[in-house]
């Protein structure tokens, strides 16, 4: 009832004054919540003399733990330093970033957006993040060759079947997707 006091337009100032009054003192009485919460607070009188019917919407942010964990903050003044990456690593993270654009369904054309490269440069300023070319031309060849392999290893000597499927997006670009099913696997 408290609630529909608070939001009814209809209803006295007096009566959500005191719908506020029972909401903050019996909602007080709760455990609080981890998630956060909306609650309605009265607008106050206008400098003009002029009252607002509404009620003003404010999020309240449930208190935090303390933690044992230590955090940071990075602004542009104060730049992280980091180890310089070894080859392998350079290229294991150039692997799982084609992974990743690919599991996300960007574009490549995403790679050579400004804020995607700050935001990659802030999490490590040592990864030197290939362009579209490169992550879209050697890296992806390999990783295809490198699973192609794996499938003939795996198919070789057993009886598989193949289903291909192709359309247009709606840029109309051709798009083609193959499936292999042997042993109960589909790849």
């Not at 690593?89 to 700050?118: N, R, T």
């Not at 362009?131 to 060849?141: A, C, E, R």
């Amino acid at each position: 009832m408290s609630r529909h006091l608070l939001t009814c337009k209809n209803a006295s100032t007096e009566a959500q004054s005191m719908a506020m009054q029972w909401m903050n003192k019996h909602v007080a009485r709760r455990q609080p919540s981890l998630l956060p919460q909306l609650t309605l607070t009265p607008v106050p009188s206008s400098p003009e003399g002029l009252d607002s019917p509404s009620l003003t919407p404010t999020l309240l942010l449930p208190p935090t733990q303390p933690s044992h964990h230590q955090s940071f903050a990075c602004t542009s003044e104060e730049p992280i330093t980091s180890r310089p990456l070894s080859k392998q690593e350079q290229a294991a993270i150039e692997v799982q970033y084609l992974h990743a654009l690919i599991s996300a369904g960007w574009s490549f054309l995403s790679i050579d957006d400004p804020e995607v490269m700050k935001l990659v440069s802030l999490l490590n300023p040592s990864f030197k993040l290939p362009n579209q070319n490169k992550l879209s031309g050697p890296i992806l060849d390999a990783e295809f060759n490198c699973h192609q392999n794996e499938l003939m290893k795996m198919m070789k000597g057993s009886y598989a079947t193949g289903q291909c499927d192709g359309w247009r997006d709606i840029s109309r670009n051709h798009l083609v997707a193959f499936m292999i099913s042997s042993g109960g696997m589909v790849s």
